[in-house]
């Protein structure tokens, strides 16, 4: 949702955003026209085809830290290091669904991030198909004992229906069922499963859940409408061996007035295992690492120190991004402002912002700034997933704003390749990424807070 301001900055404070407007067309013009060209795109090829889908607690995750950490130290940006946290080190195995009764259906499956395996053999039991948490809650215990539940719910945005896959089994093992298949959280489907993370309850049996595709959700609701009786045979492999270490990933491009404080960028750098996490987030990783080489590139020398961040675990839970703020909270009060793309880079609209009346109106000219791209739009929420602690914490927070109306079509599935991605498309973000944290960072001041205060 685009957000006016109604806030009045003094004309010297708009002078001094508005000095930044050659650096700014300096940016843009690089990135689109000039050596920078499909910079970002490349950058993200390099990392999908040479890694492929970076699963946290995966040889292909740690090896793509290794080799980012090794460019971003080549390219002579400072402080390039891992900081390690700890994280569940769940292996999915072999998932294998198979309708039975009435007929013989092989039905794709991906078991959800943290289910526990079947027993030995699988499980051979009846299907009972709901459309909702209330359908099941409505049903006898009787009807759902020892059985499979399936949740064949509409796709009703992210937000509603991610919860069928995160709590599904909790609520289907609550009713006595032995298992629970969800329809993949997406609106338009080729027959292809979307995965995810899940959570157990405290208190309720685990049980094997994960994702079925759309077309078998709705046939098996079809057959259920009809009368007949299903039969579903599951086999899963998956489980949580203990504890095991991870890194998220810092790079700092050093600031020449105020170092101790910081602009931050970034994005995840792990995926699903499925795919190579173009979209999801390699993207978001690929236009903030960008940004700090074209500043670097281009002899810019911003005031305070420009950091990218590349979170790990977020698939599991936001685990990196939690990490992160609990090793560094101390940073606070000197964080200008977290930028995390986590949306896609598909064709850039503008930027989500979280803080102060005066901070809104500040990144109202900043993006007047940048009116050639086409992408000004401030919207109302700049939190993201890694980066929620922080504006929480009163850190102004900002998000990328694009045109990703088919984000959730790829999202969590094989269908999350570079094929999604547009090299012109990320030329835009990349611009407007970089010149957005650009100018942020060379203010003479950090971005004002709620409380005029540096909490």
Known sequence: MHVGTSQVLSNKLKEEIWSHKDEVDTIIGYILEGDGHHGSYKRLARITDGFGHRVSGSEALEDSIDFVMAEMEAEGFT??????FQMPNWQRGEDSCELIEPRRVKMPLLASGSSISTPLGGITAEVVVVRSFDELADLDRSETEGKIVVYNQPYEGYGTSTAYRGHGATKASEKGAVAALVRSITQFSVNSPHTGQQYYQEGVEDIPTGCITVEDAEMLWRMQERGQSMVIHLDM????????????????????SFPDEYVVVGGHLDSWDVGT??????GGCAISWEAMVIIKKLGLTPKRTLRTVLWSAEEQGLLGGVAYYEQNQDLVPNVSIMMESDSGTFRPLGIGFSGSDEARAIMREILDMTSALNATQLGSEGSSPDTGDWVRAGVPGGNLINQNDDYFIFHHSEGDRMTVQDADEMDLCTALWTSVAYVVADLDELLPREDNSRK
């Open 79 to 84: 402080n390039v290091h891992g900081e390690d």
């Open 237 to 256: 492999t998956s489980l949580t061996d203990g504890m095991m270490t991870t890194r998220n990933l810092v790079g700092d491009l050093e600031g020449t």
């Open 277 to 282: 996490g173009a979209m999801d987030d390699g």
